[in-house]
C-alpha cells in the first residue's frame, strides 16, 4: 500500500522560477516529514524538514507548507537555481512504525538557466 | 566526522551469486536501516538494526536476503543466489541512539549500486 503519494513525477523550472512539488500521505500516525534531495550518484541527503504541530518551516529558499487536515504537505523551492536540479523526494516517519521512513515516488527537478 | 561508508560502490554479479553489501554507520550511531531504490522509483525500506540485533525486517523478501549488524564492524547486507530483479541501489542510514533522536534525522551513505547480469 503505497502510503506517501508524491506529484508531479518530473518538473521543469526556469532559473529564479518557483519550483513546488506536493506529497498526500494516509497514515494519521506520521508525525515526521522530511524532504530529501539526491544527486545522480549520491545518496539522499536531508534538505529539510517538519513536524506537525506546525504549518509552515523556512530554511533559506527552502519551504515546506504542511495542512494537517488535508494530509499533505509540500516543498517550494523560490529562486530555484540550476544547481537545484536533482530527484527531490518527501517522505515520513512515525506511528508504529517510528524508525522507518516512507518515501514518496520522487520528483526528477531541472532548472533550466 | 566522516558520513555514512558504503562499500563496494558498484559491484557486478552473475545470477546465482552472492552479494555482500557493506555499511558503516557515522560514529556514534547504533540504529542502520537498509533501503532499496529501483530504477526511477522512490526508495523502499528493508530492515533496521542496531547492534546485534534485527529490529525490523518487515521490508525484507522472505528469501535470499539477510541482514546483520555485528558488534564489532559494519552492517552487512547479503543476497545469496541473486537474479536480475536484484538489481537496484541499495542504501544504508544511520541516525543516533533513540535518546538523541530529537530530529528523527536518517543519513544516509551514497549507496551500492547492483547489477546482475
Known amino acids: 500500500q503505497q502510503q506517501v503519494k508524491q506529484s508531479p513525477q518530473s518538473l521543469i523550472v526556469q532559473k529564479g522560477g518557483i519550483s513546488i512539488i506536493n506529497c498526500a500521505y494516509e497514515?494519521?500516525?506520521?508525525?515526521?516529514f522530511p524532504w530529501y534531495q539526491q544527486f545522480p550518484g549520491k545518496g539522499p541527503a536531508l534538505l529539510i524538514a517538519i513536524r506537525p504541530d506546525v504549518s509552515e518551516k523556512k530554511e533559506g529558499r527552502f519551504t515546506i507548507s504542511f495542512n494537517k487536515s488535508a494530509k499533505q504537505f509540500s516543498l517550494h523551492i523560490m529562486d530555484s537555481q540550476p544547481g537545484d536540479s536533482a530527484t527531490y523526494f518527501c517522505?515520513?516517519?512515525?506511528?508504529?512504525?517510528?524508525?522507518?521512513?516512507?518515501f514518496g515516488q520522487g520528483t526528477i527537478l531541472t532548472v533550466h538557466p | 566526522n566522516a558520513g555514512v561508508m558504503q562499500n563496494p560502490r558498484h559491484l557486478v554479479r552473475r545470477r546465482g551469486q552472492e552479494a555482500r553489501l557493506r555499511c558503516s554507520p557515522m560514529k556514534g550511531h547504533s540504529h542502520v536501516y537498509w533501503y532499496r531504490q529501483l530504477p526511477e522509483e522512490g526508495l523502499k525500506f528493508m530492515v533496521y538494526?542496531?547492534?546485534?540485533?534485527?529490529?525490523?525486517e518487515s521490508g525484507m523478501p522472505k528469501e535470499r536476503f539477510s541482514a546483520e549488524f555485528p558488534k564489532e564492524g559494519p552492517s552487512i547486507l547479503r543476497i545469496q543466489q541473486v537474479v536480475r530483479g536484484d538489481s537496484a541501489a541499495y542504501f544504508c542510514?544511520?541516525?543516533?541512539?533513540?535518546?538523541?533522536?530529537?530530529?528523527?534525522?536518517?543519513?544516509f551513505g551514497p549507496g551500492t549500486r547492483l547489477t546482475v547480469l
Open positions: 517522505a515520513a516517519l512515525g506511528g508504529t512504525s517510528y524508525e522507518k521512513l516512507t
Open positions: 538494526l542496531q547492534k546485534e540485533n534485527i529490529i525490523d
Open positions: 542510514a544511520s541516525s543516533p541512539s533513540l535518546a538523541d533522536l530529537a530530529g528523527n534525522e536518517q543519513f
Open positions: 497514515n494519521t500516525a506520521f508525525d515526521y
